[in-house]
């Protein structure tokens, strides 16, 4: 009896703590996911059809590129930087692989080949960033304009049709989960234990979070912001393979404006802009609650031509609720 | 010093563009001609006016990405205020321009009030105003406007394309202002050192607002000028403009980080990038191998100006 009244107190206590834990450390990926579940919760009562099991495959893994190259922009933004480039990239990468897989060179190859000129070219960009001080923004403002000019000028806007079925990876599935699903999952969770756990993961925090003081405690600031920005190419190779192989043909082009949806879905995941904080779980939450809400404003039957003012309106609504959230915890420390 | 390196990059900048300018010319007769420059101008008022304002707000260490949607809402709004609520069309454009310059302080307001960063305000607007404008035009076009209309962005005055002198006008009006009023030395102030700004007694949260309008206003008029030269609304219009604007606004000298730029140096970075396109085109480079070569001017540009300043300065 006396245990009881001492004991209870005490775990209320430690609840309290948890849940403050949590919500201190993983708030935004805590709003993001309330956010998918009310909205699931809401579309499903007005229209039931949008919870079958084709519809939701169909949502999550179309988006699943945007989630896995959100997850290598994240680890740059973490650093204080950006890339504006990353989607011109993805329709470069995405034509090399194309191009690979129907002049006859073995499957592996058009897969691995996007992952690797990823990588060398992010590096270059790292270089310029890290190396010649030219801020990441304008770099990849460059790099955007090369790209996007290099890729029409190669294909001449030409579509890649005849892909060899080998090569569709994204159409697969394996134990009976698909492809992009199966990627989005096991890349967010390793990125993010890697960035936990790793000596190197917490530098990128380190880096974002006070550059001086990460030069201060020898780590190589230079170096690994030329690493991070070879690991978001290798992720841009990965998208860039996801989003190739789900059609039948390759275009020349990506969707319009896409870097800025990667960079929206890292920033409402609860990425700071100014480095130093977030994780990849909420980049990726944030581009599912994306893909669904473009999916339920249809079954919910808005007009298609209302579907991006209302995306527009719903991302204001989460950036500004991430501000109230965080003012209000500013306020409770002060 | 800090005016004796701005002075550097400017002079490098024009020194680059004299260059482009003589090597286009000995490149095809067609570039250096009174008609081609002048239809030039034409071309890139939009843009011009877009990253005059742009200047300011980079300068203060802020950017705005919403800009190009401004301009595909306000030429939409102008339509449907035009032909769908039935105001006479002078009355039409005043009410769009005042609702893009409105949608310029909503930015101010997320910016100063909720102390969002400027990058994610811009770029949730972005995508705001341009559902807007898809929803409201219903990818309808609005076209057969009155032929005074057309003045505008097709017609001339004293021999020169009408936009060019409001282009010309307003670079003229921001420069002075920029450089010569205690409001632009305040935009200097905030972009060098916002919390020291603050202190001194500075107006941070109004100039940032101010500036934010001036640059929706810009936009807006902007949406005017191209609805008048091609003629017709789409909600897709403008779609993109902020980047090729930001590119002329860093080309130009200013920094991304604040503190430092000028209109000239926008300008001449306007000149040069509209000079490559065209003097390309007229080459014989199509236009994606155009798009290339400015991505490479820009970051060469900055990385040799980077270079003189550091061996300037030590």
Redesign the interface.
């Known amino acids: 009896m006396m245990s009881e009244a001492v004991a209870q107190p005490a775990r209320r206590l430690r609840r309290q703590n948890f849940a403050q834990r949590l919500f201190a450390e993983y708030g935004q990926e805590l709003v993001v996911l309330a956010a998918i579940a009310v909205l699931f919760v809401v579309v499903t009562l007005v229209n039931p059809r949008f919870v079958n099991p084709n519809n939701l495959v169909t949502i999550f893994s179309g988006n699943a590129y945007i989630a896995v190259a959100a997850i290598g922009m994240a680890m740059v933004i973490m650093t204080g930087n950006?890339d504006?480039s990353v989607g011109a990239l993805i329709g470069v990468l995405a034509t090399i692989a194309g191009t690979l897989a129907v002049s006859g060179y073995p499957i592996w190859v058009a897969l691995v080949a996007p992952m690797f000129v990823g990588m060398a070219i992010n590096a270059v960009i790292g270089v310029?960033v890290a190396y010649?001080?030219?801020?990441a923004?304008?770099?990849t403002?460059?790099?955007?304009?090369?790209?996007?000019?290099?890729?029409?000028?190669v294909t001449g806007g030409t579509w890649i049709t005849d892909l060899p079925p080998d090569f569709l990876i994204a159409q697969k599935r394996f134990l009976s989960v698909p492809v992009p699903l199966l990627f989005m999952i096991v890349l967010t969770v390793l990125a993010f234990l890697w960035m936990r756990y790793t000596a190197f993961g917490r530098s990128i925090y380190a880096i974002g979070g006070n550059r001086e003081a990460a030069v201060a405690t020898g780590i190589p600031v230079e170096r690994r912001l030329v690493t991070v920005f070879a690991i978001h190419g290798a992720f841009a190779g990965i998208a860039a393979i996801l989003f190739a192989t789900q059609l039948q043909v390759i275009q020349s082009t990506v969707p319009?404006?896409l870097e800025?949806t990667i960079?929206?879905a890292t920033?409402i995941g609860g990425v700071s802009?100014?480095g130093g904080s977030g994780t990849v779980i909420g980049s990726t939450l944030a581009t599912i609650l994306f893909a669904t809400i473009g999916s339920a404003l249809i079954f919910v039957n808005v007009?298609a031509?209302?579907?991006?003012?209302?995306?527009?309106?719903l991302?204001?609504a989460t950036?500004?609720a991430d501000?109230?959230r965080r003012?209000g915890r500013n306020g409770a420390a002060a | 010093m800090n005016y004796r390196a701005l002075l550097r990059h400017e002079t490098f900048l024009a020194v680059l563009l004299a260059i482009v300018l003589v090597v286009l010319a000995w490149q095809s007769d067609r570039f250096f001609t009174v008609a081609n420059l002048l239809n030039q101008g034409r071309l890139m008022t939009e843009i011009g006016l877009i990253a005059i304002a742009m200047t300011f707000v980079i300068a203060t260490g802020g950017i705005d990405?919403s800009v190009g949607s401004i301009l595909g809402l306000v030429a939409i709004l102008l339509g449907v205020f035009w032909q769908n609520v039935g105001l006479p069309l002078p009355l039409a454009i005043v009410a769009a321009i005042a609702a893009g310059t409105l949608a310029g302080l909503f930015n101010g307001l997320?910016i100063t009030r909720?102390?969002?960063?400027p990058?994610?305000?811009t770029?949730?607007?972005?995508?705001?105003?341009?559902?807007?404008a898809?929803?409201i035009?219903?990818?309808r076009s609005v076209r057969g406007y009155p032929e005074w209309f057309y003045v505008l962005g097709q017609g001339e005055v004293l021999g020169i394309p009408t936009q060019l002198w409001i282009l010309l006008i307003g670079a003229l009006i921001a420069s002075i202002i920029l450089a010569y009023t205690r409001w632009g030395r305040t935009v200097y102030a905030i972009g060098s050192n916002e919390v020291a700004s603050r202190f001194s007694g500075l107006q941070v949260e109004k100039t940032k607002i101010a500036l934010y309008m001036a640059s929706g206003f810009a936009a807006s008029v902007a949406a005017v000028i191209f609805v008048s030269r091609v003629s017709t609304t789409r909600s897709d219009m403008g779609?993109?403009i902020e980047?090729d604007a930001?590119?002329a606004v860093?080309l130009g000298g200013t920094s991304?980080?604040g503190g430092r730029g000028t209109v000239l140096g926008t300008f001449i970075g306007l000149c040069l990038i509209q000079a490559l396109k065209n003097g390309l085109s007229l080459a014989g480079v199509?236009g994606?191998?155009?798009?290339?070569?400015?991505?490479?001017v820009?970051?060469l540009a900055?990385?040799i100006s980077?270079v003189f300043e550091r061996s300037g300065s030590r």
């Open positions: 950006i504006v310029l010649a001080r030219i801020p923004i304008v770099v403002l460059g790099a955007l304009s090369i790209l996007r000019g290099g890729l029409i000028s319009p404006n800025l960079i929206t920033v802009i100014l007009s031509y209302w579907l991006r003012a209302v995306i527009g309106l991302i204001l950036v500004l501000m109230w003012h | 990405l997320i909720f102390k969002v960063p990058l994610i305000a770029l949730a607007t972005l995508a705001l105003y341009r559902g807007l898809e929803g035009s219903q990818a779609t993109g980047l930001i590119t860093v991304i980080f199509k994606d191998g155009t798009i290339m070569l400015i991505g490479a820009l970051i900055i990385l980077n």
